[in-house]
């Protein structure tokens, strides 16, 4: 009998995985790092409850919400930035300065002007991509091919035209990979903001489970935001390979 | 260089400009938690004392370096290994993808969990945050060697270890280069979070007290010189990269 190859391998990294948690579990204190068995026993119980999925869902709707906002306001931004020359080089370092303020430090903010509702980890996260994105949009619309963008000058192309039909497809490629960045640091942001301010979602249920010592429940979470977070990114650079099929993803 | 100071220089209108806006709508602002810049200004010589430099920022930056050190030399070592072969490449990027796509906030309690807090803890979730984007980075790079190169490798009879870090290795610098500047990134934000969730010294742990204890100034400055340390690795960051690779960046657009 001949076994499949691709069977194999799976099965042998599904292998790994278990002998590096259990080394984990091993090396660290079996109570704090729970065997892979009890673990996966709890999930099955964590799955069938209705809190589970309805923190599930917060999260994976505020990381929507926070994404498509961010995007939009990164495009309005970034094509106004990258439109008016020198604006680029003037903003971008305002632009960097903001970005590399870690997010989190905005959140002791936040909570004591809004609370720690829903509404403070949206706010963050809408932040947090816009300006991850704007970046993107910027470098896109610069490194537009001149020959293009004299083309669409010849023909006349002005306005809002010129944004749909020159720099949005030309631009497809790095903001493409800007937008597959940032779905997963939209849902890891939501779930910061979880942990660090406890808004609502998987986050704080993490938080919840962490502070009464429940470490079975606290890594029976992280395995799902790994799933997730994995599940979102593979999403993404799949539908980005078949709508750029053109090159090859960075 | 010249070009490079202009440029700089060129950069500071905008905030100057922002800046003097924030003062102008603030000068006379009761909102306790956005104070204007002039009171941010006059907070920070109150802040930056000798004593506060020696804790809070001596803590944050020794956790910010040994983790980001250890992190990050372990991720392309291990990374570069992986890489090298095809079958331990298949075997172990599922499992890299699948801890790198927990976000690293969460990987904090869990650390936590199991090393207590301390100046160690806050090391090793740094390491750990900054270790699995390198091993991502630097895996993708080795393993797209160019084939030529690699053939000519084998036939000026390269041993295994030889073509690894004569040939590979350094092929790959632009990819890990970038892998390095996303990581300061990634490394500064799980040390604030460490800091923040750990009763700790350091920078998180002094914006989250001075927000608690309603020194809403002494939270603005912690941010702010957040930002300024991150702005100032980023630069570095660029300026060595297309020193040190030029070829890689030239030839991607980056930049």
Same mark, same amino acid.
Request: net charge positive.
């Given at each position: 009998?001949?076994?499949?190859?691709?069977?194999?391998?799976?099965?042998?990294?599904?292998?790994?995985?278990?002998?590096?948690? &259990?080394?984990?579990?091993?090396?660290?204190?079996?109570?704090?790092?729970?065997?892979?068995?009890?673990?996966?026993?709890d999930l099955t119980k964590l799955i069938v409850t209705t809190t589970f999925w309805k923190s599930l869902f917060i999260t994976l709707g505020l990381s929507g919400a926070g994404f498509i906002i961010g995007a939009l306001f990164a495009c309005v931004i970034g094509i106004f930035v990258a439109l008016k020359k020198t604006g680029d080089l003037a903003t971008s370092g305002v632009i960097n300065f903001v970005r590399s303020i870690p997010s989190v430090v905005f959140l002791p903010l936040l909570i004591a002007s809004i609370g720690s509702t829903a509404r403070t980890a949206l706010i963050l996260t809408s932040f947090v991509i816009t300006f991850k994105l704007v970046t993107y949009v910027v470098r896109g619309?610069? &490194?537009?091919?001149?020959?293009?963008?004299?083309? #669409?000058?010849?023909?006349?192309?002005?306005?809002?035209?010129?944004?749909?039909?020159?720099?949005l497809p030309s631009t497809t490629s790095i903001v493409g990979t800007g937008l597959r960045l940032s779905a997963t640091q939209a849902f890891g942001t939501v779930v910061a903001a979880g942990i660090v301010a406890g808004t609502p979602g998987l986050g704080s249920a993490l938080l919840l489970a962490e502070s009464s010592a429940n470490y079975p429940r606290v890594f029976s979470y992280v395995f799902v935001m790994g799933v997730i977070g994995s599940l979102i990114y593979s999403l993404f650079n799949r539908t980005e390979n078949r709508l750029i099929h053109w090159r090859v993803s960075v | 260089m010249k070009t490079y100071v202009r440029n700089f220089l060129w950069r500071l209108w905008v905030p100057i400009i922002l800046i003097a806006f924030w003062q102008i709508i603030l000068r006379n602002s009761t909102n306790p938690y956005f104070p204007a810049p002039s009171q941010i200004l006059a907070d920070t010589k109150y802040?930056?004392? #000798?004593?506060?430099?020696?804790?809070?920022?001596?803590?944050? /930056?020794?956790?910010?370096? =040994?983790?980001y050190l250890i992190g990050s030399i372990s991720g392309i070592l291990?990374?570069?290994?992986?890489?090298?072969?095809?079958?331990l490449r298949e075997i172990f990027t599922p499992i890299t993808n699948f801890i790198r796509s927990i976000p690293s906030v969460a990987k904090v309690p869990v650390i936590m969990a199991m090393l207590g807090i301390g100046q /160690?803890?806050?090391?090793?979730?740094?390491?750990? /945050?900054?270790?699995?984007?390198?091993?991502?980075?630097?895996?993708?790079?080795?393993?797209?060697?160019?084939?030529?190169?690699?053939?000519? /490798?084998?036939?000026?009879?390269?041993?295994?270890?030889?073509?690894?870090?004569?040939?590979?290795?350094? #092929?790959?610098?632009?990819?890990?280069?970038?892998?390095?500047? =996303?990581?300061?990134?990634?490394?500064?934000?799980?040390?604030?979070?460490?800091?923040?969730?750990?009763?700790?010294?350091?920078?998180?742990?002094?914006?989250?007290?001075?927000?608690?204890?309603?020194?809403? #100034?002494?939270?603005?400055?912690?941010?702010?010189?957040?930002?300024?340390?991150?702005?100032?690795?980023? &630069?570095?960051?660029?300026?060595? &990269?297309?020193?040190?690779?030029?070829?890689?960046?030239?030839?991607?657009?980056?930049?």
């Open positions: 009998m001949r076994i499949d190859p691709k069977f194999s391998k799976l099965s042998l990294t599904l292998l790994i995985g278990f002998v590096l948690w &259990e080394l984990g579990s091993l090396i660290a204190n079996v109570r704090n790092f729970p065997h892979s068995w009890v673990v996966f026993g619309i610069g &490194e537009t091919d001149p020959i293009l963008i004299e083309s #669409a000058r010849v023909m006349g192309l002005r306005g809002f035209s010129k944004i749909i039909y020159l720099y | 802040v930056i004392t #000798a004593d506060w430099v020696k804790t809070s920022l001596r803590s944050s /930056a020794i956790t910010f370096l =040994a983790g291990i990374g570069a290994f992986i890489g090298a072969n095809q079958i /160690a803890t806050r090391i090793a979730t740094v390491a750990i /945050a900054v270790l699995f984007p390198m091993l991502m980075t630097t895996i993708r790079g080795i393993a797209t060697t160019d084939m030529n190169v690699l053939e000519m /490798a084998k036939l000026l009879r390269f041993g295994q270890i030889r073509t690894l870090f004569l040939v590979r290795l350094p #092929a790959a610098t632009g990819e890990i280069l970038t892998g390095l500047q =996303a990581a300061v990134q990634i490394g500064i934000l799980v040390m604030v979070i460490s800091e923040m969730l750990g009763s700790g010294i350091g920078l998180g742990a002094f914006i989250i007290h001075s927000q608690s204890t309603f020194m809403i #100034a002494d939270m603005w400055v912690g941010i702010f010189i957040l930002g300024i340390i991150g702005l100032i690795l980023n &630069e570095l960051f660029l300026y060595t &990269e297309r020193r040190v690779a030029p070829w890689y960046f030239s030839s991607k657009g980056l930049r």
